[in-house]
């Protein structure tokens, strides 16, 4: 019953590579993220989704591309691996955007991308 | 621009003594503050969630208290546990709608 899933959980792939990775939440939930990891664990967002609609997006390089088909799914595109997006990818959901006082973010167990 | 401290990095503390992790934040101009903990090679768990309107939040041995004027917030933990070794981490909503800031987190270490 796992609340915010993440596929895969682990991710090696080639430098130039393109590769997705997928969420799914069953929280019914409107607002979905996507946040960075980076190797000093650093955590920063880099887009949110409501209700399938685009309403933040960082400033992230364009080879990322978020695919929202419906509210509950939230999957992250990248084109042109580099070594330098070796991270660990985090996807969250709250009930509605941010913006209301009562949001509480729930994540997913990552999914842990390594660019040789 | 909104940005997150936390204070210390790093904690080590005995078992059973009570402490408390510091997060401060520039733009006072928040619609809440979550506190999580992150396992190492894990997600982030949420521990509690406070609104701008409230001064503080409890659950269990966790006390979360936030004074937004001032830009910080504290967690307390009473009678620590070595389950309690984790990492910390607050993150910030707002100012900017839809948009949440993380500190870099407090790593604790709690010995038997």
């Known amino acids: 019953d796992t609340a915010v899933s993440q596929t895969p959980k682990y991710l090696v792939t080639q430098m130039g590579n393109d590769k997705s990775i997928k969420c799914e939440q069953n929280?019914?939930?409107?607002?979905m993220y996507w946040y960075k990891q980076d190797s000093k664990k650093f955590l920063k967002i880099m887009f949110s989704?409501?209700?399938?609609?685009?309403?933040i997006n960082e400033t992230v390089p364009n080879r990322f591309s978020p695919k929202s088909p419906d509210k509950a799914h939230l999957n992250l595109h990248i084109n042109s691996l580099e070594l330098g997006d070796s991270a660990v990818y985090f996807c969250a959901s709250s009930p509605t955007g941010l913006a209301g006082p009562y949001n509480e973010q729930f994540f997913g167990p990552g999914t842990r991308l390594t660019v040789l | 621009k909104q940005e997150v401290t936390q204070i210390p990095a790093a904690l080590s503390v005995p078992e059973g003594e009570n402490l408390v992790l510091n997060c401060s934040f520039t733009?006072?101009?928040?619609?809440?503050l979550q506190w999580f903990r992150q396992d190492p090679g894990k997600g982030l768990t949420s521990l509690l969630l406070i609104q701008s309107s409230q001064r503080e939040q409890t659950s269990g041995r966790l006390n979360a208290s936030l004074d937004k004027s001032s830009g910080r917030s504290t967690l307390y933990i009473a009678a620590s546990q070595p389950g309690d070794s984790a990492t910390y981490l607050c993150a910030v909503n707002g100012p900017n709608a839809g948009k949440s800031t993380f500190g870099d987190g407090t790593t604790l270490t709690v010995k038997p």
């Open positions: 989704y409501n209700n399938k609609e685009l309403i």
């Open positions: 733009d006072s101009a928040i619609y809440n």
């Open positions: 929280l019914g939930h409107d607002t």
